[in-house]
């Protein structure tokens, strides 16, 4: 039995706009060990939201995946009727948005709402519904969750309204969670409780994690594993200490941008600009931007080579400029 609950290889998805087709996924491999939290890290525009969207079948038009294989426990996701994703999402893979604020129908209580996702489930009447949502909402620590249930999103600060939508995405006892920028919008104090939550979640319920983020900073407080994302490809997949040891180039200057937690939470950025994913740059997606790079970069793809210890680097100057 494989230890992966989730395995990626080849996934491309595409959005097939006006102005072209956004290769927003080109080849996309990953796995995710049982129990773990992995780290998806990368700039805006890399992938990290449409690769969530990609293994729960939810990704908008004119969006659509054109390739490769997601393995959900050995199950393929991508032969799967529509009917079937409707049980797997919530149930068995669970997402929490960056914006709790847009996540949740102001015009419904909190026990309304919640509740409504339990009963279209499973088969129980309201009053079981409503304890297995103050068993979540207490499962988030969320002060007075029995009181919570009669009141509106609006009623809650940020922080709150973010373990309001942890609690919904656990509801049903999902075995995965993509958690994509959990904290984005909230203040450095509340995004540290947050944080706090989810690793006491991770580690409580045996909950496999996948964090969206942009934050180098916070993968290395929750993440023993790390994907990292640029244009739509895998550039690096490892350990935290292989990452910081020796970095595939995108991934160092990453590290660089680690935003000061003392100082505004401006992200020190990597020179140049996000590539155009209609017409990305030849070979390595990154050489424009590179300060390693050389003549074959823009000629050849590097592939994504194990380099040792299933430290994964997708670099034809890695092995080079670490001394090897
Ligand atoms: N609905 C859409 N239509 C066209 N292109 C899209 C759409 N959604 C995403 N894309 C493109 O797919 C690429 C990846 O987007 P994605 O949202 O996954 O980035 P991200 O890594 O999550 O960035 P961020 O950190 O800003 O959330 C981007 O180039 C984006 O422009
Ligand atoms: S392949 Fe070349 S351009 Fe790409 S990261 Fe490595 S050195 Fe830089
Ligand atoms: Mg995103």
């Not at 847009?102 to 419904?108: A, E, M, Q, T």
């Not at 180039?249 to 941008?257: I, N, Q, R, V």
Request: glycine residues 8%; contains cysteine; proline residues 6%.
């Amino acid at each position: 039995m494989s230890m992966n609950l989730l395995e990626i290889e080849n996934l491309k998805t595409y959005f097939f706009t006006e102005a072209g087709v956004v290769k927003a996924l080109d080849g996309v491999t990953f796995n995710v060990e049982k129990g773990c939290t992995i780290g998806l890290v990368g700039e805006s525009g890399s992938g990290k939201s449409v690769t969530a969207q990609s293994v729960l079948r939810i990704v908008p038009r004119p969006g659509r995946i054109v390739g490769g294989k997601i393995l959900f426990n050995g199950e393929d996701i991508l032969a799967k009727k529509e009917s079937e994703m409707r049980s797997y999402r919530g149930k068995k893979i669970s997402l929490i948005f960056q914006d709790p604020t847009s996540s949740l129908n102001p015009v419904f209580t909190i026990g309304n709402q919640l509740s409504d996702i339990v009963m279209q489930h499973n088969r129980v009447k309201k009053d079981e519904a409503a304890e297995a949502v103050v068993k979540a909402l207490k499962l988030v620590k969320l002060p007075d969750p029995e009181e919570a249930l009669t009141r509106y999103p609006h009623q809650f600060s940020g922080g709150m309204k973010q373990r309001i939508c942890i609690a919904r995405a656990l509801l049903l006892n999902p075995d995965l969670l993509f958690a994509d920028e959990p904290t984005t919008n909230l203040d450095v104090t509340i995004q540290a409780q947050i944080i706090a939550l989810l690793v006491d979640l991770q580690k409580n319920i045996g909950l496999t994690l996948v964090m969206i983020t942009h934050d180098m900073g916070i993968v290395t407080q929750m993440c023993k594993c790390v994907v990292v994302l640029y244009a739509g490809k895998v550039m690096e997949i490892g350990s935290i200490e292989k990452i910081f040891e020796m970095p595939h180039p995108y991934t160092e200057a990453l590290l660089k941008a680690v935003p000061r937690l003392d100082q505004t939470r401006k992200l020190i950025s990597i020179p140049g600009n996000i590539p155009n994913l209609i017409e990305p740059p030849s070979g390595c997606r990154f050489h424009p931007r590179c300060q390693y790079a050389v003549e074959r970069c823009k000629e050849e793809v590097p592939p994504l080579q194990d380099v040792g210890g299933g430290h994964m680097i997708s670099c034809h100057r890695w092995r080079e400029l670490n001394g090897g």
